[in-house]
């Protein structure tokens, strides 16, 4: 789930940061820069692991920061294709159960990878497993928000994602209903922000999905285990010729 990546970056520090130490001050720099942040291709940072090397520090002309060429380590979140996670469900939508790890939130199990069959419920707001019984009948298993999760992670994706300038306007001289338009589809355009990193999730396996699922079968199985012991004691009693009759 956490991988160590090496990277190199020039630091810089600032002139109210020089009562520090060198590895202090470049440490809290990196951890400013990448924490909580997504790099493409990579993952999601969390925290500086270690510095591996330092190269002498310069000050270059007109600026009286020190620049430093840092070699270190960072923890990254990025889990492998195919491995097994539990989250919590963070909310139910047509386009799937999103799940969060708590850190991190970008996470989808689309319909099509739900257990089969799967419905949406409009006034629950919630995703429903019509878990087949013998019978034929079958029973309605809900994914609440809130409930922890056990998913496969199938597929991620990162995008890129650059700031968005204010709208070029053609002619200084355009007309108010041109500029109106113009005004609704800046709006637009800043409300549709990009995900820099998603992963697309799976429970359609045996043992995943909501795990008080999986609890309350272990738990029937279990106390049917219980009561074909207790049986088996009494017959083996009852072959011995004690406890037939006990009272």
């Given amino acids: 789930m956490f991988v160590l990546a090496e990277l190199k970056d020039t630091i810089r520090i600032a002139p109210d940061q020089f009562h520090l130490k060198l590895v202090e001050a470049i440490r809290d720099e990196i951890n400013r820069k990448l924490a909580n942040k997504v790099l493409l291709n990579l993952g999601l940072c969390i925290a500086l692991k270690d510095i591996v090397s330092l190269k002498d520090s310069i000050i270059l002309p007109g600026d009286g920061a020190s620049h430093t060429e840092v070699l ?141 699922w999986w609890d309350q079968q272990n738990q029937v199985a279990e106390d049917g285990d219980e009561n074909e012991d207790e049986d088996n004691a009494e017959y083996e009693n009852d072959e011995d010729g004690e406890g037939a009759y006990e009272e």
């Avoid at 257990?115 to 497993?129: G, I, K, M």
């Fill in 72 to 212: 270190f380590r960072y923890i990254v979140f990025r889990p492998t294709i195919g491995s097994i996670l539990t989250g919590k469900i963070r909310s139910c939508s047509r386009e799937g159960v999103h799940v969060t790890l708590g850190f991190f939130d970008d996470i989808l199990i689309p319909p099509s990878a739900l257990q089969h069959p799967s419905r949406f419920e409009e006034a629950e707001q919630a995703w429903v497993w019509e878990y087949p019984l013998e019978d034929g009948a079958k029973h309605d298993l809900f994914m609440d928000i809130g409930e922890p999760i056990k998913f496969r992670v199938s597929r991620e994706i990162f995008e890129e994602s650059s700031p968005i300038g204010p709208p070029k306007a053609d002619s200084q001289q355009a007309s108010s209903s041109a500029a109106a338009t113009a005004a609704v589809a800046a709006s637009t355009q800043q409300t549709e922000v990009k995900t820099p990193y998603r992963i697309v999730a799976a429970i359609n396996e045996s043992g995943l999905g909501v795990l008080s």
